[in-house]
């Protein structure tokens, strides 16, 4: 069945990277749109990067700081985070078209 399981996530001072991986089982995860999202304290799901063939897409506040990649040989999905900031801080989530989901990894980014 399909499984989906993110690690990466962890405690990081502000101007700090993290990258997340969100490991794919029960299917191959170079053909269907992947996306990570985030859910802060308070506030609604958000769509932070997708990617979908070749193409990506971000968020307006993550561009130019985050990048979205998958390693089709280990069949999982990353999300390197670079320059973050404490508005950042969120469970992030893997998913397969909104369908699949995976657990979530806590990012907590502090001094």
């Known amino acids: 069945q399909v499984q989906l399981v993110e690690s990466g996530g962890g405690l990081v001072q502000p101007g700090g990277s993290l990258r997340l991986s969100c490991l794919a089982s029960?299917?191959?995860?170079?053909?269907?749109?992947m996306s990570w999202y985030r859910r802060a304290p308070g506030k609604e799901r958000e769509l932070v990067a997708g990617?979908?063939?070749?193409?990506?897409n971000y968020a307006e506040s993550v561009k130019g700081r985050f990048t979205i990649f998958r390693d089709n040989y280990k069949n999982t999905m990353y999300l390197q985070m670079n320059s973050l900031k404490p508005e950042d801080t969120a469970v992030y989530f893997c998913?397969?078209?909104?369908?699949?989901w995976g657990q979530g990894t806590q990012v907590t980014v502090s001094s």
């Open positions: 998913s397969r078209q909104e369908s699949y």
């Open positions: 029960g299917f191959t995860i170079r053909l269907y749109p």
């Open positions: 990617i979908s063939g070749g193409r990506t």
